[in-house]
């Protein structure tokens, strides 16, 4: 198994000298299944708190990969979409043209979710949150668009618990990617002149057998880990309380360990299925597991919610991963995150961090208040968005030249002084200025960081930074935590590369979610476009 690593390195240095031959033995050598695996909301401090407790998959992870925790988003808005945009495109979100989940679309005033895609439907027949999504947004093409394109007969299959996250991952031609939804199993989306049922068939069987567990095990959490216990205590946020227990208040599938157990199950069902890894060519499989994200924003990172979703993603990634080794055609494995995050801010400010607090939004009303007036508007002209404000009218709508440049130059000073604000710039000023070389993204500047995720129609008129551990309301049931800041607790992450009977090692030095594309086409011999991404060396000789 090893000796196949050697030989494709080997066939990618001499390249330059004769490059039909090493593209023959790449081609001999390289594995045919790649699996890219994204845990939502995955910190490299989650991370590294739990490493020395896990026995199942993310040990063996830990334990026999090529290992990272200094993998970096090198961008600043660290959201969900974004965060996935950058894995397999080798390009920021600012080329991706995903800078954050949701945007507002200057010209009508309407809230545009990033995947947004109008023309498609949803093959359940059914609506969902974000309505019909697609690809169409996603303006850079990723590893399984040059795989399709290279290698005739290669397939593309993405899953998740969010559309965000198996979208992404499948780049803009798969053959399927599924994500669950409310009561029904796995869904996709269906472009005109596709049919609804078969875009369905692949996971038709999944789904029957999905909903039967659902109706046989109702309850989504346990008590699989009694050491988890010791977490449990009541938390004040804003007028309510969280009682953080396990079983939590809340049991339901959507935000529990199950959601991911289920994702790997429609990931290894996909596997047997379609016979990937089985054929001439290399076949791709993202699974992008949601449950982490869900159970911190809901519970934060340091509870015992968190501490049963470690526990129980280990011990389903142990079985996925003796499920990978079985692929004749052998496999690598790329496991990162979209994002890191933080716990929320009353458990820190107890556990040693006082700055951690809650925001007062009053001075940005008294400023609103203040523009309103001294510009004659009949509505407050900045509107939350996510990485700071739109200037718009009382329908969202993008305010006109010069008016918009007007109120702009002078909400900039004003926010400045502002409490909890430590970054605040004109998107436009932010564009005009080149995108910065990333190599070292623990160098690099909140501003470059910003600039990383600005795009040109979608990011808001004003961009904001936060201070550290500076949040806004929390509530019990919705949100209590997040992420989304420039900081690092929200920018680093793992990043390991695993294939059943390589080297293990351990790599301090920074790497970055951009560098993952080219490093595995690098590997399976397929040839990139311009990325900002580096192909890094795997296994050595």
């Known amino acids: 198994m090893r000796l196949g690593f050697v030989a494709a390195f080997v066939a990618l240095v001499c390249a330059?000298?004769?490059?039909?031959?090493?593209?023959?033995?790449?081609?001999?050598?390289?594995?045919?299944?790649?699996?890219?695996?994204?845990?939502?909301?995955?910190?490299?401090?989650?991370?590294?708190?739990?490493?020395?407790?896990?026995?199942?998959?993310?040990?063996?992870?830990?334990?026999?990969?090529?290992?990272?925790?200094?993998?970096?988003?090198?961008?600043?808005?660290?959201?969900?979409?974004?965060?996935?945009?950058?894995?397999?495109?080798?390009?920021?979100?600012?080329?991706?043209?995903?800078?954050?989940?949701?945007?507002?679309?200057?010209?009508?005033?309407?809230?545009?979710?990033c995947l947004a895609a109008p023309a498609n439907t949803l093959a359940h027949g059914r609506n969902s949150d974000n309505g019909p999504v697609g690809p169409d947004n996603i303006r850079a093409t990723s590893l399984g668009d040059w795989v399709r394109d290279q290698k005739p007969g290669a397939r593309v299959f993405a899953v998740s618990g969010k559309d965000r996250g198996a979208i992404n991952l499948a780049g803009h031609r798969p053959d399927g990617a599924y994500w669950f939804t409310d009561g029904f199993g796995l869904t996709t989306y269906v472009e005109p002149g596709q049919n609804?049922?078969?875009?369905?068939?692949?996971?038709?069987?999944?789904?029957?057998?999905?909903?039967?567990?659902?109706?046989?095990?109702?309850?989504?959490?346990?008590?699989?880990?009694?050491?988890?216990?010791?977490?449990?205590?009541?938390?004040?946020?804003?007028?309510?309380?969280?009682?953080?227990?396990?079983?939590?208040?809340?049991?339901?599938?959507?935000?529990s360990p199950s959601l991911d157990e289920e994702t790997l199950k429609a990931a290894a069902?996909?596997?047997?299925?379609?016979?990937?890894?089985?054929?001439?060519?290399?076949?791709?499989?993202?699974?992008?597991?949601?449950?982490?994200?869900?159970?911190?924003?809901a519970y934060g990172t340091q509870g015992p919610e968190m501490c049963e979703q470690m526990h129980r993603l280990d011990q389903a990634l142990g079985a996925f991963l003796a499920r990978l080794e079985t692929v004749p055609g052998g496999v690598i494995v790329v496991l990162t995150a979209d994002h890191g995050g933080s716990d929320f801010v009353e458990r820190l400010a107890r556990h040693g961090a006082p700055h951690a607090h809650r925001i007062d939004s009053s001075p940005l009303s008294a400023l609103n208040t203040t523009l309103k007036e001294r510009f004659n508007l009949d509505a407050s002209p900045l509107q939350?968005?996510?990485?700071?404000?739109?200037?718009?009218?009382?329908?969202?709508?993008?305010?006109?030249?010069?008016?918009?440049?007007?109120?702009?130059?002078?909400?900039?000073?004003?926010?400045?002084?502002?409490?909890?604000?430590?970054?605040?710039?004109?998107?436009?000023?932010?564009?005009?200025?080149?995108?910065?070389?990333?190599?070292?993204?623990?160098?690099?500047t909140l501003r470059e960081r910003m600039r990383l995720s600005v795009v040109a129609d979608r990011s808001p008129d004003i961009i904001m930074?936060?201070?550290?551990?500076?949040?806004?309301?929390?509530?019990?049931?919705?949100?209590i935590a997040g992420h989304g800041t420039p900081w690092d607790y929200d920018r680093r992450v793992p990043i390991i590369f695993w294939r059943p009977g390589a080297t293990t090692q351990e790599r301090f030095l920074p790497i970055r979610t951009i560098d993952i594309a080219p490093t595995l086409a690098a590997a399976i011999g397929v040839e990139t476009p311009a990325v900002s991404g580096h192909a890094l060396p795997l296994w050595e000789p």
């Open 269 to 297: 069902y996909l596997l047997d299925s379609q016979r990937l890894g089985q054929g001439p060519n290399v076949d791709l499989l993202g699974v992008s597991l949601s449950a982490t994200d869900r159970i911190g924003h």
């Open 16 to 113: 330059a000298a004769d490059p039909v031959q090493a593209q023959d033995m790449a081609d001999r050598a390289s594995p045919r299944l790649i699996v890219t695996i994204v845990v939502d909301q995955f910190s490299a401090n989650l991370f590294n708190q739990y490493r020395s407790r896990w026995t199942g998959g993310l040990r063996r992870l830990a334990d026999e990969g090529l290992v990272s925790t200094n993998g970096y988003q090198t961008h600043g808005l660290t959201e969900t979409c974004p965060g996935h945009s950058t894995v397999l495109t080798g390009m920021h979100p600012a080329q991706t043209g995903i800078p954050s989940n949701d945007w507002i679309d200057p010209a009508t005033g309407e809230e545009v979710y």
């Open 384 to 444: 939350s968005e996510s990485g700071g404000w739109a200037v718009a009218d009382k329908s969202h709508k993008a305010l006109a030249d010069p008016l918009r440049s007007q109120i702009i130059e002078a909400a900039l000073p004003l926010l400045r002084e502002m409490p909890d604000i430590v970054f605040v710039e004109a998107r436009d000023r932010l564009l005009v200025e080149p995108l910065p070389v990333a190599d070292q993204p623990e160098r690099l």
């Open 196 to 255: 609804a049922q078969q875009r369905l068939a692949a996971v038709e069987a999944f789904n029957i057998d999905f909903r039967r567990r659902q109706t046989a095990t109702p309850h989504a959490w346990t008590y699989s880990q009694p050491q988890c216990r010791t977490l449990e205590a009541d938390w004040a946020i804003g007028d309510d309380v969280l009682h953080s227990t396990v079983p939590p208040a809340r049991d339901d599938f959507d935000s």
């Open 465 to 479: 930074v936060r201070a550290p551990n500076a949040t806004g309301k929390g509530r019990v049931g919705g949100n």
